[in-house]
């Protein structure tokens, strides 16, 4: 009899896991278990087009409601996974106990909380699903300030669709630049100059206080997300900032595997390594449904992200740091043109960016994990 295969997570991680058990044969019962009300969905365009008011809900959805019945997968939204017994392959819900032949755990990251804009007085948003997203547009406009606390990602997009509709927009960042750790001062820099382009009061290097806070119409806080590992480490599951994983994806259990935000995987290449990227939730659940099927498959893809901002829109391939030595090519300037960026460690390249360079993508991505000096001889 085929196996019943049970996804606790129904975001994108999960969404397409079930997805790629389909189109890969899979026969038996599929049950895929997801606390929101609603069906899984993508959470980038929450930051970008969906915030915008340029794209719908429904253009973000992995599927739409009619998928799921069509191709036999139990969709239970609005259902909790609350503990495991690994022992009797049981999953314990707030809609009663669903039991298990091979279990993926796809349950993602909570942002991180600020007590300061918390306990402000100020309505105050974390962005991760539709209702923050709407929360957040809703105080978009002119006369409108919103204070964004953290030049992470998802601060540096909601200033970008605030400022193009004319909200005043403040944003408080304690390092020294936006995105320092990632892309070290000289690419961070350009990400600075195109916010302050764009009228954004960009106050680095600063603590942000109460006071900060007054008179504004919303507080957005984007100091990064915790992966939701509760429920493996109560089963017993090694967890170690997210659920350890071998290069297959499988946890300490043999018939529990672990993708996206969670997962804190064992990388042929990278070593241990935890990605909270769009991609990697895709990439990860189609390698994953191959392993619940039977395969013995490394998940070896690099990270890759983008972003839009105003008029940068840039694709990151690899995993740098800002401390590696980063070698760029093209127009920096205030960050709005086109640019390339190398960052490299112990001779190799380490990870490859472009900024509104579309046809460099195929070529940015197969240099990673080259030699530096295929860079350093291009024309500078």
């Known amino acids: 009899m085929p196996e019943h295969i049970v996804v606790i997570g129904a975001g994108l991680a999960g969404g397409s896991a079930v997805t790629a058990l389909r189109e890969g044969g899979h026969t038996g019962p599929i049950t895929l278990l997801g606390t929101e009300e609603r069906v899984p969905y993508e959470r980038p365009p929450l930051s970008k087009g969906y915030l915008m008011g340029e794209s719908s809900f429904e253009e973000a959805q992995v599927h739409d409601a009619d998928w799921y019945p069509k191709n036999e997968v139990d969709l239970r939204t609005g259902t909790t996974a609350t503990g495991l017994d690994l022992a009797n392959r049981t999953v314990q819900t707030t809609g009663g106990d669903v039991t298990y032949d091979k279990l993926l755990l796809a349950t993602g990251a909570s942002p991180r909380h600020l007590a300061l804009a918390d306990d402000s007085g100020v309505p105050t948003a974390y962005l991760r699903n539709v209702e923050d997203s709407n929360q957040i547009r809703e105080q978009f406009g002119e006369g409108k300030k919103i204070v964004i606390i953290g030049a992470g990602w998802i601060g540096l997009e909601v200033a970008s669709a605030a400022r193009k509709v004319g909200t005043e927009v403040t944003i408080f960042e304690r390092a020294a630049q936006p995105l320092l750790?990632?892309?070290?001062?000289?690419?961070?820099?350009?990400?600075?100059?195109?916010?302050?382009?764009?009228?954004?009061?960009?106050?680095?290097?600063?603590?942000?206080?109460?006071?900060?806070?007054?008179?504004?119409?919303?507080?957005?806080?984007?100091?990064?997300?915790?992966?939701?590992?509760?429920?493996?480490?109560?089963?017993?599951?090694?967890?170690?900032?997210?659920?350890?994983?071998?290069?297959?994806?499988?946890?300490?259990?043999?018939?529990?595997?672990?993708?996206?935000?969670?997962?804190?995987?064992?990388?042929?290449?990278?070593?241990?390594?935890?990605?909270?990227?769009?991609?990697?939730?895709?990439?990860?659940?189609?390698?994953?449904?191959?392993?619940?099927?039977?395969?013995?498959q490394d998940y070896d893809r690099q990270p890759y992200f983008f972003t839009d901002q105003y008029d940068l829109g840039m694709e990151y391939f690899g995993r740098g740091s800002g401390s590696d030595r980063v070698i760029t090519r093209g127009d920096l300037g205030d960050g709005s043109g086109t640019f390339r960026a190398y960052w490299v460690r112990d001779g190799l390249v380490v990870a490859a960016m472009h900024a509104n360079d579309w046809d460099a993508s195929d070529e940015l991505r197969d240099s990673v994990g080259t030699d530096a000096a295929q860079v350093e001889d291009q024309d500078g």
């Open 181 to 296: 750790p990632v892309l070290g001062p000289e690419v961070a820099a350009r990400f600075a100059a195109v916010h302050r382009a764009h009228g954004v009061d960009l106050r680095l290097d600063t603590e942000v206080t109460a006071e900060d806070l007054a008179g504004a119409d919303l507080v957005v806080v984007g100091i990064g997300a915790i992966p939701n590992t509760q429920l493996a480490e109560d089963a017993g599951l090694d967890v170690d900032h997210g659920v350890l994983v071998d290069a297959t994806l499988r946890t300490s259990d043999p018939d529990v595997y672990a993708v996206g935000d969670i997962a804190n995987q064992d990388h042929p290449t990278l070593g241990r390594v935890r990605v909270e990227h769009w991609d990697t939730a895709i990439e990860q659940a189609k390698v994953v449904a191959r392993n619940l099927l039977g395969a013995q």
